[in-house]
């Protein structure tokens, strides 16, 4: 058995993982961020010791703990180096929670450890692998040949934040036309309200008037519904995604790519006209091509990661 622990900015989530990567018990306890790490990590602990006697799992039947955290990570001394939305500089997280458990615990940043999570659960024997999110940004995580690949500083794949357009939308890096700027569920809303201004008419400005709410589904659900402003902003929010999937596949040939977080729920009429302008813009386009397919451990992805990392670091 092992422990994943999914720390955001909002929620620790921590789960019961089987060595199959399969949840056995799921907890979870605010962060309330802004606090000195200790005491978080002291929560962490609380919750892990909750979850042990709600499943009567006894210490010693834990191999290892998982720990997936925001921001930089020093992944050999289990040290977050820096983490702008909890406030953390060089936080020893390892050090502190080995105080209460005296269990081998193996650090990851948390798009990283999802990115495992959905890689090592996705069924298909293959060891060049990228997960991305697509969210409030564009989250990644990059498999090389079976193993997370970090960067140096443990900040490395951070593919959200590639140029799409030079100079392009501002984007919440400081940085102008950012992937995110364009293929993230916040830029999807932002294209959305705009067209909602120019053609008052449309199912979505109905649909805004009636609910006073544009999200994520306000463009996919009128455009199904045949809306023609509707299909537009869909169309040109696809082509955002599909040519920066097109450039990572460019660059790291993965064999399997996946795409998760709220919007990966539109299913077919997301992914197959993603499928569809990749296969004629990939540079290589006469060799077998990279499969791109729809992440399935939904929220889930950052215990069972956390958990199946650690497992796989006692290798
Ligand atoms: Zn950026």
Same mark, same amino acid.
């Given at each position: 058995?092992?422990?994943?622990i999914d720390?955001?900015?909002t929620?620790?989530?921590a789960?019961?993982?089987?060595?199959?990567g399969e949840?056995l018990?799921?907890l979870?306890?605010?962060?309330l961020?802004g606090?000195?790490?200790?005491?978080?990590?002291?929560?962490?602990?609380?919750?892990?010791?909750?979850?042990?006697s709600?499943?009567s799992?006894?210490?010693?039947e834990?191999k290892?703990?998982g720990i997936g955290s925001?921001?930089a990570?020093?992944?050999k001394n289990?040290?977050?180096?820096?983490?702008g939305?909890l406030?953390?500089?060089?936080?020893?997280?390892?050090d502190?929670?080995?105080?209460?458990?005296?269990?081998?615990?193996?650090l990851?940043?948390? /798009?990283?450890a999802? !990115?495992y999570?959905?890689?090592a659960m996705c069924?298909?024997? @293959? *060891?060049d692998f $990228?997960?991305?999110?697509l969210?409030?940004?564009?989250g990644?995580?990059?498999?090389i040949?079976?193993k997370i690949y970090?960067?140096?500083n443990?900040?490395?794949a951070e593919?959200?934040?590639?140029?799409?357009?030079?100079?392009g939308?501002?984007?919440?890096?400081?940085r102008?036309?950012?992937w995110?700027?364009?293929?993230s569920?916040t830029a999807?809303?932002?294209?959305?309200?705009r067209?909602?201004?120019?053609?008052q008419?449309?199912l979505?400005?109905k649909?805004?008037?009636?609910?006073?709410?544009i999200?994520?589904?306000t /463009?996919?659900?009128a !455009?199904?519904?045949?809306?023609?402003?509707a299909?537009?902003v @869909? *169309?040109?929010? $696809?082509e955002?995604?599909?040519?920066?999937?097109?450039?990572?596949?460019n660059?790291?040939?993965p064999?399997?790519?996946l795409?998760?977080g709220?919007?990966s729920?539109e299913g077919g009429y997301?992914?197959?006209?993603i499928?569809e302008y990749c296969?004629?813009?990939?540079?290589?386009?006469?060799?077998r091509?990279?499969?791109i397919g729809?992440?399935?451990?939904g929220?889930d992805a950052g215990?069972?990661g956390a958990?199946?990392?650690?497992?796989?670091?006692l290798?």
């Open positions: 058995m092992y422990l994943g720390l955001g900015g929620n620790i989530a789960g019961i993982v089987n060595k199959n949840i018990k799921k979870s306890c605010p962060t961020p606090r000195p790490f200790d005491e978080i990590i002291g929560d962490m602990a609380e919750l892990c010791s909750n979850l042990l709600i499943s799992i006894t210490e010693d834990i290892a703990i925001p921001g990570i020093d992944n289990g040290v977050v180096l820096y983490a939305n406030n953390w500089t060089n936080a020893a997280i390892c502190e929670l080995n105080k209460y458990y005296n269990i081998p615990i193996n990851e940043n948390d /798009a990283n999802a !990115a999570g959905e890689y069924g298909k024997k @293959v *060891k $990228i997960f991305i999110t969210g409030t940004g564009i990644g995580g990059i498999i040949d079976g970090r960067g140096f443990g900040a490395g593919v959200g934040h590639s140029t799409l357009v030079f100079n939308e501002k984007c919440t890096c400081g102008k036309g950012c995110e700027a364009y293929g569920v999807l809303i932002r294209q959305t309200s067209s909602i201004m120019l053609n008419d449309s979505m400005a649909s805004y008037k009636e609910t006073g709410e999200n994520g589904k /463009a996919f659900d !455009a199904k519904a045949g809306d023609i402003s299909q537009t @869909v *169309k040109q929010y $696809i955002y995604v599909a040519d920066g999937i097109c450039s990572l596949v660059i790291f040939e064999e399997l790519l795409i998760g709220g919007i729920k997301l992914l197959n006209p499928k296969e004629k813009n990939y540079f290589c386009k006469n060799i091509q990279t499969e729809i992440a399935v451990l929220n215990i069972i958990a199946l990392s650690a497992r796989d670091s290798k």
